[in-house]
């Protein structure tokens, strides 16, 4: 049995759920919206390659925007709200440079189930869910998605480059108030890329886990079997009781 950390963060989008294709189309109608001819030929690896990356080294990459990246970055967040909503004009638009459907944010199988395993797992310990995007965004795909209730904090980009993700002050957010005594054992960051995510986790010092759902559904059970294993079950009266849990995931 391993010590129970502390806090346990999790990364939201590739790891609890799939948005991908959403960020791609925010991308592609921005460029459309400057009338940049890249929009038509941009692909889902040239948005994937953004992953990971602080919003100031997105929108001042003169490879994309040119000299448009403050512009760029003004539509960016005015469209992604709105693909959220299902914005039928954008969305229409979007299809049609693109060729494809565009896919609503989907829950990976087992998500839920992995952190309201933790809870019940370790009721002390804090589960965070720690994102790229602004708060407000995050906010909104967590309640839109069913965790509302699910996560002690949900912590998105607030604009301060020194404690936004992927900056490893980012952690210290996400840890506050708690007494850190070693950080790889009290701090366990729960991630899909194994090369930023890897990368962030070890910035600060946390003990890392990476699982790719997309590629194997089974991966978030096999996490939470492997959680029920690693770690002690605290008594039975620190469980944290079925009257708890949030009505939308009973």
């Known amino acids: 049995m391993k010590q129970v950390p502390k806090c346990i963060i999790f990364d939201w989008d590739g790891t609890l759920v799939g948005c991908e294709q959403l960020v791609h189309a925010a991308y592609v109608l921005t460029l459309d919206k400057l009338e940049d001819k890249k929009a038509s030929s941009w692909t889902p690896e ?24 403050g512009k760029a970055q003004e539509i960016f967040y005015h469209i992604y709200p709105r693909l959220q909503q299902g914005d039928k004009q954008l969305v229409g638009r979007f299809e049609c440079i693109s060729g494809t459907t565009l896919n609503p944010l989907t829950v990976f199988e087992g998500a839920k189930e992995v952190v309201l395993s933790l809870k019940r797992q370790m009721p002390k310990t804090r589960i965070v869910l720690l994102g ?17 209730g699910l996560f002690d904090a949900v912590l998105g980009n607030t604009g301060n480059p020194i404690t936004d993700k992927p900056n490893k002050g980012a952690f210290d957010r996400a840890v506050q108030g708690l007494s850190i005594a070693d950080k790889t054992a009290d701090v366990l960051y729960v991630g899909d890329n194994p090369q930023n995510d890897t990368a962030f986790a070890n910035a600060w010092g946390a003990d890392i886990k990476i699982v790719q759902p997309k590629k194997d559904k089974t991966v978030l059970y096999v996490l939470k079997s492997e959680f029920e294993q690693t770690y002690p079950i605290c008594g039975k009266d620190n469980v944290w009781h079925r009257s708890l849990m949030p009505q939308n995931v009973r």
Not at 132 to 148: D, H, I, N, R, S
Request: proline share 0%; net charge negative.
């Open 46 to 69: 040239q948005t994937h390659a953004q992953n990971g990356k602080t919003r100031a080294e997105i929108f001042e990459n003169a490879d994309i925007w040119g000299e448009k990246g």
């Open 132 to 148: 790229a995007k602004t708060q407000e965004l995050l906010e909104k795909e967590v309640q839109e998605a069913g965790f509302e």
